[in-house]
């Protein structure tokens, strides 16, 4: 699995858009101009595991793969959290255990309404 590096500036404040897998960037300082000097760029290479190599379009398809089940187990859990806030808030029958129409049903209708008030707050 091909590594992409990034190149920055030498102090890593500034970033570019220059991206090299591993096999390219060793293949630039290999290279020579005509004048003898190598190729590459001066600076400094961080991993960008996310992107696609500039020359050969080459991917790490295992760090993207990772972040998307990164990606996807975060929105399970945020779906969730949703789900639950939504039983608790929104659909209270669910946990009131009251019958609609009762005088019990109002009571806790109105102490929810209460508490969902505050909370806003």
Same mark, same amino acid.
């Given at each position: 699995?091909?590594?992409?590096?990034?190149?920055?500036?030498?102090?890593?404040?500034?970033?570019?858009?220059?991206?090299? /897998?591993?096999? /390219?960037?060793? !293949?630039? $300082?290999?290279?020579?101009?005509? &004048?003898?000097?190598?190729?590459?760029?001066?600076?400094? $290479?961080?991993?960008?595991?996310?992107?696609? /190599?500039?020359? /050969?379009?080459?991917?790490?398809?295992?760090?993207?793969?990772?972040?998307?089940?990164?990606?996807?187990?975060?929105?399970? !859990? !945020? $779906?969730?959290? &949703?789900?639950?806030?939504?039983?608790?808030?929104?659909?209270?029958?669910?946990?009131?255990?009251?019958?609609?129409?009762?005088?019990?049903?109002?009571?806790?209708?109105?102490?929810?309404?209460?508490?969902?008030? !505050?909370?806003?707050?």
């Amino acid at each position: 699995m091909p590594q992409i590096y990034r190149k920055t500036s030498l102090d890593g404040q500034h970033k570019t858009h220059i991206f090299y /897998c591993g096999d /390219c960037l060793d !293949q630039s $300082w290999l290279d020579k101009d005509d &004048d003898g000097a190598p190729k590459h760029f001066t600076g400094r $290479w961080e991993e960008a595991p996310l992107e696609m /190599c500039d020359v /050969c379009g080459a991917v790490d398809q295992e760090s993207r793969d990772e972040y998307d089940n990164w990606a996807e187990e975060l929105n399970q !859990q !945020q $779906w969730e959290e &949703d789900e639950r806030m939504r039983e608790d808030y929104i659909a209270p029958d669910s946990y009131l255990g009251k019958t609609p129409g009762t005088p019990e049903w109002e009571e806790a209708s109105q102490l929810r309404d209460l508490m969902n008030e !505050q909370e806003y707050k």
